[in-house]
């Protein structure tokens, strides 16, 4: 008897012990390849204004989170922290896009699924490293900036897309470059070689994003470009401001009017 891919897939999302939720993840995967799901929508898609997360980080505003410089050990090992916690953060929000969007094709899961097992990988990666510097996920405090925005976006798949992967997660593709440029400063060669990695792997994760919007805007027949542009000004709360990894951002399927506009930002 096939198990139900939504409901498997939430009882991942709500999973609050950590090596846990990897174990899941990695069985959700497993019984993927081996064609064990099947796909009948469930009869409630509950609002989820809390994932499975551990009691650890305490979360605070942006504003409350100490700032801390590089030259310091404490300073290394926070910059490695606020990487882990979006990484985390970021295997709930592929969780949530299978489990909130019950109607796409079978491609979309596919591809969803792929991304959260590479955002797991990423937080386990960096879960070592931060190990070696003597600390564990949880000992800093961290902010819910994603999942706010995963919660705000949960009525409309086009929506989501647009904001998540396209706008949160592709920031990570302009802020990484400079991330690496200081870890080689410190010498720090294996958390040069991680965000390399995570650089890589989130071009092809916002690239999911984008593909998934044309789609959804296909569907409704409404121009890509002007329903992004206004996507952002209905329900982006921060500044979408440079500077921008043009390249990146192309690599990960932005369209040449989508890199001018944001050369007028």
Known sequence: MKKNLFETVFECLMEKDL?????QLAQLQEDWSQDRFDFAPTQTIVRIPDPGRPEMPVLVS????????????EGHASLMHSIAHIEFNAVNLALDAIYRFQNMPYEYYRDWLGVAGEEAYHFQMIREHLNHLGYEYGDMPAHNGLWLTTYETDHDPMVRMALVPRTLEARGLDVTPPMIQK???IGDKRGVEILKILLRDEIGHV???????????????????TEFQSIIENYFHGDLRGPFNYEARTQAGFSEEEIQWLKTL
Do not use: I
């Open 183 to 185: 870890l080689r400063a």
């Open 19 to 23: 090596n846990q939720k990897v174990g």
């Open 62 to 73: 942006p504003k409350e989170l100490p700032r801390r410089g590089l030259g310091t050990q």
């Open 207 to 225: 690239e999911v994003g984008t593909r998934w919007f044309r789609y959804l805007c296909a569907e409704k027949g409404v121009n890509p470009f």
